[in-house]
């Protein structure tokens, strides 16, 4: 077994990715760039991002923990998109399609969602944009009452022949786009500015509102987020290929509680619990079994290590 203890620096990525633009698909998710304070005054102010905007093409897919892992490659940039059931997938016209092997595709997740930082980064898209050979252009944004995105480069004129629907199944009307998230079809703008299109489909993205409006109430999770971040970046080690961190500390950081059999813990908050032995793949979610790639190990005294993915299932 190939057990390495590696540089804290090297979990440091960031996740934002980079930003790539397919010719049938755009979005108010802008390139990272560094500048100094110097260049920003010189510059118009930035809007932030309200959706990471991450492009590639799909080279692998694998079917685990309830959701389909979409492993995608853009130049040398690896990314992978998290799919479950409420994921949005559409072709770039804006017809429902299925992901397969092959397919160039650009995902849009929402810029506040916490995310854990290992590589390649992982992203649970609200939105999914698969690119075909059919004239079409797409845009997720919040727009405003006058139906304009936030950087003022698009403007909504929603007519009889719009296709006006919600993400949660709820019945909308034009009256219900104005101040929300939007997935925006379209085909044609005109030169203007900001440009005008008569969109072709509108999907309101109720689950993302909902969750943007849950956001003061989170402000303890997204301090515990951070926190288990920085407890990765500078406690884990490799073991073939698989990154190991301590179970207790991550656990207890994002409310579990934890307790010793001698041979490993029971992890548990509410209903669910997870029983984990050391040295076994196997552990127990409840009354299933689930496995792991690595067995939890005795790395340093008295603090047992499990692999990071099993903190994704514990935040979802």
Do not use: C
Not at 261 to 270: D, H, L, N
Request: hydrophobic letters at 40%.
């Amino acid at each position: 077994m190939k057990m390495t203890k590696v540089v804290p620096f090297a979990m440091s990525a960031l996740l934002l990715g980079s930003v790539a633009i397919a010719p049938t698909a755009s979005a108010n998710g802008g390139e990272a760039v560094v500048t100094n304070a110097t260049q920003q005054d010189e510059q118009s102010p930035q809007v932030q991002p309200i959706f990471i905007k991450v492009a590639g093409t799909v080279e692998n897919v694998e079917e685990r923990d309830n959701a389909t892992y979409y492993t995608t490659k853009d130049g040398e940039n690896t990314n992978v998109f998290v799919v479950n059931k409420d994921t949005l997938i559409f072709d770039n016209t804006g017809k429902e399609v299925k992901l397969q092997k092959g397919d160039k595709v650009t995902a849009y997740t929402y810029a506040n969602k916490p995310m854990l930082m290992i590589y390649p980064p992982q992203y649970n898209p609200e939105v999914i944009i698969v690119e075909s050979q059919e004239m079409g252009s797409v845009t997720v944004d919040f727009f405003n009452e006058d139906l304009v995105n936030t950087d003022n480069s698009l403007k909504l004129n929603v007519g009889e022949e719009t296709v006006v629907q919600s993400q949660l199944g709820k019945e909308v009307s034009v009256k219900d786009l104005a101040e929300q998230h939007l997935l925006v079809f379209f085909t044609i703008t005109t030169r203007s500015i900001p440009a005008q299109t008569p969109p072709t489909k509108v999907i309101v993205l109720d689950a993302v509102a909902e969750e943007q409006g849950e956001v003061a109430e989170e402000t303890e999770e997204a301090s515990s987020n951070s926190a288990v971040q920085d407890i990765i970046k500078n406690d884990f080690y490799d073991i073939n290929g698989t990154t190991m961190v301590p179970l207790r500390l991550i656990a207890e950081e994002l409310g579990f509680k934890v307790e010793s059999t001698g041979t490993g813990a029971i992890v548990s908050k509410g209903a669910v619990s997870y029983t984990i032995t050391r040295g076994e793949k196997a552990y127990g979610y409840n009354k299933a079994l689930r496995q792991f790639e690595v067995a939890p190990a005795l790395l340093e005294p008295s603090k047992t290590y499990v692999p990071v993915e099993f903190f994704e299932e514990l935040m979802q």
